[in-house]
């Protein structure tokens, strides 16, 4: 799997727009970027993916640079349900498995 | 539509005793992928199945585990003779097909504690 960094913590305003950063610098180039959540005691929750162009989904949006080393997952307006911790995982393109690394912690405030 | 369901979601076990883990796919979903989530810790693969049969078991421990995906009914995540250290989160994920195209969708979790 391409090895992803993520910062371990991120805050943000109720509201406001949530960036939570991604670097792929070793992504080949079949590899896809997804993003999942998991909120406290449930199971991880599917939120976007994509290959090379931005996506956008009813959830959030998902920003990929053109030379595909990093990546934004954007939650245009966060709430308080909207804590958890995120994780950016890029499967390799011949495996199946998930591979979570420690993830960004996203605390949304009042 | 429903997602990917898992019974039980609690489940109490005495050291030596055999545990069950019932996952359900999503509707049209094939393919199963159990992961392991241990107390603060991320979650960890274990295995990943079709229907009848096992593709890759690779985050499987050697002994005492075991998993199935019937033709017909649940997949099934057996662990025998528990120990302590089996106390664990248990996801399943379920995906419509195979490939870094496809989306793997969650349950859950089954939470099993060894008393």
């Known amino acids: 799997d391409a090895k992803t960094t993520q910062p371990p913590s991120m805050d943000c305003a109720e509201g406001r727009a949530a960036n939570l950063p991604c670097n792929h610098s070793?992504?080949?180039?079949?590899?896809?970027v997804y993003w999942y959540r998991q909120i406290h005691s449930q199971g991880p929750q599917y939120i976007i993916h994509?290959?090379?162009n931005n996506e956008t989904n009813e959830m959030a949006s998902l920003i990929i640079t053109e030379d595909r080393k990093s990546s934004t997952l954007i939650l245009p307006h966060a709430t308080l349900r909207d804590t958890a911790v995120y994780y950016c995982?890029?499967?390799?393109?011949?495996?199946?498995?998930?591979?979570f690394g420690t993830g960004t912690r996203l605390q949304v405030f009042p | 539509n429903a997602g990917v369901m898992q019974n039980p979601r609690h489940l109490v076990r005495r050291r030596g005793q055999e545990a069950r883990l019932r996952c359900s796919p999503m509707?049209?979903?094939?393919?199963v992928y159990w992961y392991r989530q241990l107390p603060e810790e991320g979650l960890k693969f274990m295995v990943y199945?079709?229907?009848?049969?096992?593709?890759?078991e690779s985050g499987m421990p050697k002994e005492r585990f075991s998993a199935e995906f019937p033709k017909e009914g649940p997949s099934i995540l057996r662990i025998q003779q528990v120990v302590r250290g089996d106390s664990a989160a248990y996801f399943c994920?379920?995906?419509?097909?195979?490939?870094?195209?496809?989306?793997?969708?969650f349950g859950d979790g089954t939470r099993l504690s060894i008393l």
């Open positions: 994920a379920s995906s419509e097909g195979t490939g870094s195209n496809q989306p793997q969708h």
């Open positions: 070793t992504i080949s180039g079949n590899e896809y």
């Open positions: 994509g290959l090379k």
């Open positions: 995982i890029s499967p390799s393109y011949n495996t199946d498995k998930l591979i």
């Open positions: 509707k049209g979903h094939s393919h």
């Open positions: 199945l079709q229907k009848e049969n096992i593709i890759d």
